[in-house]
């Protein structure tokens, strides 16, 4: 069995499993049952000056008879005090020594407001800290959370300020509403970032009741944006990690975050470049004991690849993940139905023949049998039959030679320009 500890910017705990800074970890009760389930970490729900929540304030997206395809919230940081939370984090540090107990913060961009509050945290024995710059609703308003997240000269100097004192090591949670992440990650590591974790909710109404007209959830006829996760918000997640993690001026570990679900998330989100990883909304849907299926499946995946530790899968796909520019313009796939496995249901031709390259006829074989047949020399590969086909096999996309060398977007344009002699003007246009 593999060697499940990671060890992220000197945080250690026994598996990658962490649970995200959120309601799952508002309270040591709540932690400490994580922990028995088999949780290696847990990021506590972010402090700072009490506030006041709104009732209601969860909200789902259901999709195709999928619960929680998405979730939305407006629930704010913590609104307990800050001293039952230094306490409950106390004895929580003290039953479980061995797990990670990461402080979420968030205070005004202030220095001595973030002086005073990192040395009363640390003062209970946190293992490290997570500089919570991603809130995208209520706190924004006050000028913290995404407010201060979208701002790069500001998280550096916030980041900076923690540093200044801090004994621990520093995490700075970066908001996804932005138009490049990995301007303030640069900025974040600049002010001392230890690491960062990636990625916190996105703007989001999560949908209209057509029949009352309030938006969804509504506190009494009013609602307001807030922070959208879950399943749906993976793909935009694991984009953003990779470009940091592919990105030469981020040099800290990742803690990654976003619509993970599954061990299967958590080893794309390795391969990807995150140490760590941290999960929300699948415990709030499915509860705790979620983690006993994750650390099964992650073991016997490591297992089945012959991986002695969990740490040898971070970052082993960012280097296949490049830009459009670097993709081989040459490289040719062709769609292939099966006949044995089509169950005639005509969507891939329906599919290929409204919104596609009309290339999958309707025939007829000797037996007298419609079949669905793909004209492979029109065929440009773009994998939408095999993406809506229903049936397991029926489609499979080849790769076939195109009698061509390998060529980028980038060295075209560099033929093209007279900068290159790599390739023929014939083997470009």
């Given at each position: 069995?593999?060697?499940?500890s990671i060890?992220?910017a ?7 499993f ?5 309601p799952p970890?508002n ?5 400490q049952?994580a ?9 506590w ?9 709104t ?6 997206v ?5 619960r ?10 913590t ?18 020594p061995n797990?990670a107990?990461?402080?979420?913060l968030?205070?005004e ?15 209970v024995g946190?293992?490290?800290l997570?500089?919570?710059?991603g809130?995208?609703?209520?706190m ?5 959370g ?14 900076y ?19 490049d992440i990995?301007?303030?990650?640069r900025h ?11 990625i916190n909710t996105?703007n989001s109404l ?10 969804v959830p ?8 807030g922070?959208y ?20 001026e ?17 080893v ?6 995150s140490?760590?990883?941290?999960v929300c ?7 705790f ?5 994750m ?10 690849k012959?991986l002695a ?6 970052g ?5 993940y490049?830009?459009w520019?670097?993709l081989?313009?040459?490289?040719k ?7 044995e496995?089509?169950?005639?249901c ?6 290929c ?11 007829t ?10 004209r ?10 095999s ?5 397991e096999g029926?489609?499979?996309m080849v790769?076939?030679?195109?009698g061509l060398?390998?060529?980028?977007w980038?060295?075209?344009q560099?033929?093209?320009?007279g900068l ?8 470009v246009?």
């Amino acid at each position: 069995m593999a060697d499940l500890s990671i060890n992220l910017a000197g945080i250690k705990s026994p598996n990658p499993f962490w649970l995200a800074s959120a309601p799952p970890t508002n309270t040591g009760y709540q932690v400490q049952r994580a922990f028995e389930a088999g949780w290696g970490g847990a990021v506590w729900k972010t402090l700072g000056d009490p506030i006041i929540n709104t009732s209601s304030r969860f909200a789902a997206v259901n999709f195709n008879g999928q619960r929680v395809a998405g979730f939305n919230n407006i629930e704010l940081i913590t609104d307990r005090p800050l001293d039952v939370n230094l306490k409950e984090i106390y004895e929580t540090k003290k039953r479980f020594p061995n797990h990670a107990v990461v402080a979420s913060l968030m205070v005004e961009p202030k220095q001595e407001k973030w002086h005073e509050i990192v040395k009363r945290v640390e003062d209970v024995g946190v293992d490290g800290l997570e500089l919570n710059f991603g809130c995208p609703h209520g706190m924004a308003e006050r000028g913290m959370g995404a407010a201060s997240g979208q701002q790069p000269d500001l998280v550096e100097a916030q980041t900076y300020w923690v540093k200044e004192v801090a004994k621990t090591p520093v995490i700075v949670k970066l908001t996804p509403n932005i138009t490049d992440i990995t301007v303030t990650a640069r900025h974040a590591v600049k002010g001392g970032a230890d690491a960062i974790s990636l990625i916190n909710t996105i703007n989001s109404l999560a949908g209209v009741d057509i029949h009352t007209w309030n938006t969804v959830p509504h506190i009494g006829g009013k609602g307001a944006h807030g922070g959208y996760c879950g399943p749906a918000v993976k793909p935009i997640a694991l984009n953003m990690v990779a470009e940091c993690a592919r990105h030469p001026e981020v040099t800290v570990p990742i803690s990654g975050i976003g619509g993970i679900s599954t061990w299967q998330d958590v080893v794309e989100f390795m391969l990807m470049g995150s140490t760590a990883i941290q999960v929300c909304t699948a415990a709030m849907h499915h509860g705790f004991r979620i983690v006993e299926e994750m650390i099964d499946g992650l073991n016997n995946y490591l297992d089945e690849k012959g991986l002695a530790s969990v740490t040898e899968l971070t970052g082993k796909s960012v280097s296949k993940y490049s830009n459009w520019g670097d993709l081989n313009l040459n490289y040719k796939v062709v769609a292939r139905i099966n006949e044995e496995n089509c169950i005639n249901c005509n969507k891939c031709h329906i599919a290929c023949e409204d919104t596609s390259h009309q290339c999958i006829d309707m025939l007829t074989n000797a037996d007298g049998k419609a079949i669905l047949k793909v004209r492979e020399e029109d065929c440009v590969g773009c994998n939408l039959c095999s993406i809506v086909c229903p049936a397991e096999g029926a489609i499979d996309m080849v790769e076939i030679d195109s009698g061509l060398p390998p060529m980028t977007w980038n060295e075209r344009q560099q033929v093209v320009g007279g900068l290159s002699g790599a390739y023929s003007k014939a083997e470009v246009v």
